[in-house]
């Protein structure tokens, strides 16, 4: 049979029992202290998550001791970019470079190409996977969105929206720091990473059906604005108007972030914001959120 056809025998076709086959899993732990160490390249991350997804759909669950297969798991590389949104490429020489990177890493027993470079073969450290499964924090990532992000922040901001939405008072905060740590050019202001931030929270709200207030504060660590703080409104969510507008002293300016866009206005104003995008909201949908 063609290979197109059939796949080698270390394919492991154990279906989950997650329903939904978009859907994938990492832990708080590997978010916040392994994911900024990454090599500053868009397709390690790219290639990353997609072997991410491909193990979680191939275990029976996603407890941290869950023992994978010794020859670990195979995937075809357009399917790989197909799942990052690359399937018209017809081209595996990006993938292939963010290998060696990858490896690096020392996240994986074994990395590689086989079959005439048509297909990757991989396997999780078992440390590794325990802690991507790790249990006590997670996100639940969705894999639909990834073919829409454009830069290594939105691989992060996707990463912190996915282990916040979920939450009854859905929220996050970071460094600027931390946001910036492992990119190309470290230490950047929040001028030069305001677009990409933007950019990529207005993706995961599209996608999510999210609004966002984004607080931008000032509080020392650094010149200018160095700390981020996003308040996220979904239907169901628990915010209450003076709980969603609290704000301190060093917050200096504040955007609004929603599917088609975002606005930028003066701390002072969110109040009036919160009610008029309320209303704006209840226009459209016939209930308030």
């Known amino acids: 049979m063609d290979i197109e056809d059939i796949g080698p025998d270390a394919v492991t076709y154990c279906e989950t029992g997650i329903a939904a086959d978009h859907m994938y899993r990492m832990s708080a732990y590997f978010?916040?202290?392994?994911?900024?160490?990454?090599?500053?390249?868009?397709?390690?991350?790219?290639?990353?998550?997609?072997?991410?997804?491909?193990?979680?759909?191939?275990?029976?669950?996603?407890?941290?001791?869950?023992?994978?297969?010794?020859?670990?798991?195979?995937?075809?590389?357009?399917?790989?970019?197909?799942?990052?949104?690359?399937?018209?490429?017809?081209?595996?020489?990006?993938?292939?470079?963010?290998?060696?990177?990858?490896?690096?890493?020392?996240?994986?027993?074994?990395?590689?190409?086989?079959?005439?470079?048509?297909?990757?073969?991989?396997?999780?450290?078992?440390?590794?996977?325990?802690?991507?499964?790790?249990?006590?924090?997670?996100?639940?990532?969705?894999?639909?969105?990834?073919?829409?992000?454009?830069?290594?922040?939105?691989?992060?901001?996707?990463?912190?929206?996915?282990?916040?939405r979920r939450m009854r008072k859905p929220m996050f905060a970071f460094d600027l720091d931390l946001l910036s740590e492992g990119l190309a050019q470290s230490d950047q202001p929040w001028s030069k990473l305001s677009a990409r931030v933007l950019r990529a929270l207005q993706t995961c709200c599209a996608h999510h059906d999210l609004r966002a207030f984004v607080l931008l504060r000032e509080t020392g660590s650094r010149r200018g604005i160095d700390h981020i703080e996003v308040r996220l409104v979904r239907a169901g969510s628990q915010w209450s108007k003076d709980r969603l507008a609290k704000i301190d002293l060093e917050v200096r300016r504040v955007f609004f972030v929603g599917g088609d866009g975002h606005e930028m206005f003066r701390p002072a104003e969110i109040g009036s914001v919160i009610d008029r995008r309320r209303s704006a909201k209840a226009d459209k949908t016939g209930r308030t959120a």
Not at 49 to 59: P, V
Not at 76 to 92: M, P, Q, T, Y
């Open 31 to 164: 978010i916040q202290t392994r994911a900024p160490a990454l090599p500053a390249q868009m397709m390690v991350h790219r290639v990353l998550h997609a072997l991410l997804h491909h193990t979680c759909r191939r275990l029976k669950s996603w407890r941290p001791d869950m023992i994978q297969p010794e020859e670990g798991y195979r995937m075809r590389c357009v399917d790989a970019r197909r799942l990052f949104g690359l399937e018209s490429s017809n081209d595996n020489r990006a993938i292939a470079r963010a290998l060696d990177p990858l490896r690096d890493t020392g996240l994986f027993d074994h990395l590689f190409l086989v079959h005439d470079n048509r297909w990757l073969a991989w396997r999780f450290r078992d440390e590794t996977l325990s802690m991507l499964l790790a249990d006590n924090r997670y996100a639940l990532l969705d894999a639909s969105i990834l073919p829409k992000l454009t830069s290594i922040l939105g691989y992060r901001i996707h990463t912190f929206v996915a282990l916040a």
